[in-house]
């Protein structure tokens, strides 16, 4: 029998908050539940829940701060950010934060699941480690090194990076890029993956690695007898 998978609900709303709950327990999950910002950062630093599922607007300190926290303890735990709001700057922003997905209420019971649920998935297949030539991402830490040298990337630059290196040796496009990282693609351009791209370049020279262009196609990041020469 598989384990029920632990969820952290963080939503000051205790009308709303029960009847997640409520629903959430229906469909086999284990809920822990806060309904402060500060609260929920304390217990996050304990927490092994497989998904987290923030409300933006808290007391104490807002969703988005939880997580900036979060991410910048080096955790990876999945975040479903919940919010009233629908602004195109909110989602831009809870993504910058190193949100996972996002849910604007009000919402079906059905679609909060699934999302979860795919959330956990995402998280439970991935390595812990990645590298190639002399490049690593600790996926647990969420920590970046080239050698013995610690490089620090934004959450985007990260997203792109581990894609790249998840697809090591193989060519992806632009387009498979911001589908795979972005949960509002519609906010992640063409020309924003060539920036993303062209900053990861400076910051792995040194790296044993090469994000080549393969011109009409897209990238490719591989590690040839080379990779000190410029792609």
Not at 86 to 103: F, K, N, Q, S, T
Not at 183 to 210: F, I
Request: charged residues 25%.
């Amino acid at each position: 029998m598989l384990a029920a998978l632990s969820i952290l609900l963080v939503e000051d709303d205790a009308v709303l908050a029960d009847g997640i709950s409520r629903m959430l327990e229906a469909h086999g999950f284990v809920l822990e539940q806060v309904a402060d910002g500060l609260l929920a950062d304390a217990v996050l630093q304990r927490s092994q829940a497989a998904v987290a599922v923030i409300d933006i607007g808290l007391p104490g300190i807002d969703g988005f701060e939880v997580v900036r926290r979060l991410r910048e303890r080096g955790s990876a735990m999945p975040v479903l950010l919940l919010t009233a709001r629908d602004a195109v700057e909110d989602r831009v922003r809870g993504l910058e934060m190193g949100a996972d997905d996002y849910l604007v209420k009000p919402f079906a019971s059905a679609e909060l699941v699934a999302r979860i649920r795919a959330l956990a998935r995402r998280s439970a297949v991935k390595a812990a480690v990645l590298g190639l030539g002399r490049l690593h991402l600790d996926l647990d830490t969420r920590r970046a090194s080239v050698g013995e040298r610690a490089i620090e990337l934004s959450v985007r630059e990260w997203a792109v990076l581990e894609y790249l290196l998840q697809h090591g040796g193989r060519v992806v496009s632009k387009q498979q890029i911001i589908d795979a990282i972005a949960p509002w693609a519609e906010e992640l351009t063409l020309n924003a993956v060539e920036v993303y791209v062209s900053r990861l370049r400076l910051k792995l020279v040194d790296a044993g690695v090469v994000i080549r262009t393969i011109r009409g196609f897209g990238y490719m990041l591989e590690a040839p007898a080379d990779a000190g020469a410029h792609p």
